[in-house]
């Protein structure tokens, strides 16, 4: 029984540790996109290092996980599905990583104009993960309340999508100055940004099904 | 010869082990959560334990319906249930051993013309019913309980699956325990009246002779979950565990608890001290009673879930396994006594000259309690050997089966047959 708790204590503070580091990557993609629109280009390197450094740490505890769960055979019966819950939850991280590098090697040109808009699409599709966090949390402790708690993640997602076609809208349609190249590198990225919404809301599906399967 | 005799129950307790096992840790190793071995060991302790120390109250049940006296007739009644058992698992048809030794005790009884008690009977039928039931209401008792502290005490999902995995390891020692107090009657319950075995002084322990016959019954039951239930074991968890862990260990601890009921003595006699009527000690079919927990939590979670094929599978059961294992007994017995020659049944009136009679007023003394032989009998040294069974020896004598009757008032006295060392 003490063979039990020893494990199960330490891959618990492993799971949380997890998801402390995808919350890090969160916020500091949120402030990298803010300081590329700044054009404060010293902190949007710095914070790429971090990132870079975060996401391997994801995916390092990410494998410990799993390989905790195999070789202590924890929660067989849902271990394939935890499993890839945490899979698509490393995921968020990496798409962060992913499109902050784009950023660094594309150095997309946006229009003063567009700044806000952007930001605004940072900030709605941060905050689909940031929402999605708790829920993973509590997928954990309260199952029965990951539904509630995935609402907001679904309304966010919502939100992103609207934000992104309106962006998307203005760049081909009010910014004539801009050749076809320019727009469609613009949407590219603003597309990027809004990818990450879309991973949140795949993490969040996974979720409510297995909570679902869970409290039966 | 002895020896010899006792093979058919023996392979009765291997085939239960084989089995039945699969019941008590069938969740636990079919979803990997301990090895078969860890669950071999635990399992075959408890069930020696369970038997040797609790088997005796559902074994005296048997004896009342019918008190198989005679070595070959045991052998013959055990080798029946069986055979039974055997050719219905071969056939796909869901079997209790239970069921099976009840209908070839009856075999055993219209073959030599013995009368079958039909309150022991009764109460014994009545169980196949109340047990799958019992087991249903403790399952969907337990299970809402269980989901109640689970919501309320926020544990972490990991947390509590480690929970329920040491749960599942404690429950099935228990119900380990449970399955070979209550199961061991099918076993060796036949043998208990025909076999005349010494007192055996192991220092910590002194076995008597019905329990040196439990504990070899056990150790057959421990063989055949060591050498036949863990393919059991993973199919049947298979099963079961599609319930989800937590039902599974609810489950099993249903089980546990119908069985535990059923075979203790001190429990019975508890509810019967406060005035209630006592619980009669009775082997109950464990495959049954998981099934009954396990349409329990099937009806707490959805009604549409109910597989109404298995429900009559369990009730064809408590008709067709008696009667074909009083068929194969009777058939069985015939051929025994007359073309082997080996006899059947032991004429009960008479007694040997180491033998005595002594009654006694049930009112005067304690239900269970047998200490007034041994203080009528002091100045004997060694202490008489005292016939477990309660059964009068003069086996016509209704009068004398009166031990557990529903109105002990009314016929208060009972017999015993003492067989002086």
């Keep these: 029984m003490g063979v039990f708790t020893r494990h199960t204590g330490k891959i618990i503070v492993k799971i949380d540790d997890f998801f402390d580091t995808v919350e890090d990557g969160l916020l500091i993609f949120k402030e990298a996109i803010k300081c590329y629109l700044n054009d404060n280009s010293e902190h949007f390197q710095d914070y790429l290092k971090r990132i870079d450094k975060l996401e391997s740490e994801a995916d390092k505890k990410q494998k410990s996980i799993e390989n905790d769960m195999i070789i202590h055979s ?17 995921d968020l991280i990496d798409t962060v990583k992913e499109v902050v590098f784009q950023f660094d090697v594309e150095i997309p040109s946006f229009p003063a104009s567009l700044n806000d808009n952007i930001l605004h699409l940072t900030e709605t599709s941060v905050a689909t993960c940031e929402e999605l966090i708790p829920a993973l949390r509590a997928f954990f402790r309260e199952p029965h309340n990951v539904r509630d708690k995935l609402n907001r993640v679904y309304f966010f997602e919502g939100e992103t999508d609207n934000i992104a076609n309106k962006i998307k809208k203005k760049i081909f349609h009010d910014m004539p100055k801009l050749s076809l190249a320019e727009k469609s590198h613009l949407r590219y990225f603003t597309h990027h940004i809004e990818r990450l919404s879309d991973r949140a809301q795949g993490v969040a599906d996974l979720l409510l099904s297995l909570s679902m399967r869970i409290i039966m | 010869m002895i020896f010899f005799f006792l093979t058919s129950g023996l392979f009765l307790g291997w085939s239960l082990g084989a089995n039945d096992a699969a019941n008590v840790f069938g969740s636990a ?21 369970g038997a040797v120390f609790q088997g005796e109250g559902a074994s005296e049940t048997l004896g009342r319906l019918g008190a198989v006296n005679a070595l070959g007739g045991s052998f013959t009644v055990a080798l ?21 030794i009840v209908g070839a005790i009856i075999g055993w009884n219209l073959f030599t013309g013995s009368s079958t008690d039909l309150n022991s009977l009764t109460t014994i039928v009545t169980t196949w019913i109340t047990g799958p039931v019992l087991g249903g209401f403790f399952a969907v008792l337990l299970y809402m309980l269980l989901r109640r502290i689970k919501r309320g005490a926020r544990i972490h999902l990991i947390r509590y699956e480690s929970y329920i995995r040491t749960g599942l390891i404690i429950v099935g020692a228990f119900a380990a325990y449970s399955l070979g107090a209550n199961n061991i009657a099918n076993v060796m319950g036949v043998f208990v009246p025909a076999v005349d075995i010494g007192v ?12 040196q016959l439990f504990l070899l019954g056990g150790l057959a039951i ?17 099963n079961i565990f599609e319930l989800s862990a937590d039902a599974a260990l609810i489950v099993v601890l249903s089980h546990s608890l119908v069985l535990f009921i059923f075979s203790s003595a001190r429990l019975s006699d508890f509810i019967s001290g406060l005035g209630l009527p006592a619980i009669p000690l009775v082997p109950v079919s464990s495959s049954q009673v998981i099934v009954g927990a396990i349409l329990g939590i099937g009806i707490l979670n959805n009604v549409r879930n ?77 202490p008489p050997l005292i016939f477990l069974t309660d059964i009068c020896p003069l086996w ?26």
Aim: aromatic residues 10%; charged residues 15%.
């Design chain 2, 29 to 49: 190793v079919g979803s990997r959560m301990i090895s078969f071995l860890k669950a071999a060991v635990i399992s075959s302790i408890f069930v020696i334990i």
């Design chain 2, 222 to 238: 421990a063989t055949g979950i060591f050498t036949y239930s863990e393919r059991v074991m993973k199919t049947v968890g298979k």
């Design chain 2, 396 to 421: 016509n004598c209704t009068a004398c089966f009166t031990r557990t009757s529903l109105n002990p008032d009314s016929m208060p006295i009972i017999t015993y047959r003492i067989k002086w060392p």
């Design chain 1, 74 to 90: 924890i929660l067989p019966q849902h271990r394939s599905e935890v499993a890839m819950l945490i899979d698509e939850t490393d």
């Design chain 2, 200 to 211: 055996i002084d192991l220092g910590i322990v002194r076995l008597d002779g019905a329990q």
């Design chain 2, 306 to 382: 109910i597989n109404l094929r298995v429900l009559g599978g369990i009730a064809s059961g408590w008709v067709t396994t008696p009667i074909i294992a009083c068929f194969i007994a009777f058939i069985s017995l015939f051929f025994v006594q007359n073309v082997f020659d080996i006899t059947v049944q032991e004429d009960g009136n008479s007694l040997t000259d180491q033998e005595s009679i002594i009654q006694y007023d049930q009112s005067e003394y304690p239900r269970n309690d047998q200490s007034f032989l041994l203080m009528e009998n002091k100045n004997s040294s060694p």
């Design chain 2, 80 to 100: 029946a249930a069986a055979l039974t058992v055997f050719f219905m698992t071969r056939l796909s048809i869901p079997v209790s051993t239970t069921q099976a």
